[in-house]
Nanobody, 124 residues
Framework: QVQLVESGGGLVQPGDSLTLSCAASGRTFSGYSLGWFRQAPGKEREFVGGINWSGGSVYADSVKGRSTISRDNSKNSVYLQMNSLKPEDTAVYYC??????????????????WGQGTQVTVSS
């Protein structure tokens, strides 16, 4: 069992940067694939990006070029840095985990463990 806790959300202005953190406990997650998803009101949960155990990453087109996912296996943590934030980035952001080795999974139903989410609001 893996427990995930996100932090770092808040209210920011358009153009600002923000780094979300996700801390895992319960098991060493070095062999896990990790993903970030977000869900805006009235919309389905969508993939933001993912990272495999070796650090390879994939991003959704909506955030590509202005977001970076990284992980620190020694701290059982994964991070999502977002730059040039836009109002359409407003959502609850979730981290997710599953055993997966070198694969990166992009569908929400492919993940086994989820955090409770952290709210990001981009507004002037």
């Amino acid at each position: 069992q893996v427990q995930l806790v996100e932090s770092g959300g808040g209210l920011v202005q358009p153009g600002d940067s923000l780094t979300l953190s996700c801390a895992a406990s319960g098991r060493t997650f070095s062999g896990y694939s990790l993903g970030w998803f977000r869900q805006a009101p009235g919309k389905e949960r969508e993939f933001v990006g993912g990272i495999n155990w070796s650090g390879g990453s994939v991003y959704a087109d909506s955030v590509k070029g202005r977001s970076t996912i990284s992980r620190d296996n020694s701290k059982n943590s994964v991070y999502l840095q977002m730059n040039s934030l836009k109002p359409e980035d407003t959502a609850v952001y979730y981290c997710a985990a599953r055993q997966g080795g070198l694969s990166i999974w992009i569908r929400a139903d492919e993940y086994d463990y989820w955090g409770q989410g952290t709210q990001v609001t981009v507004s002037s």
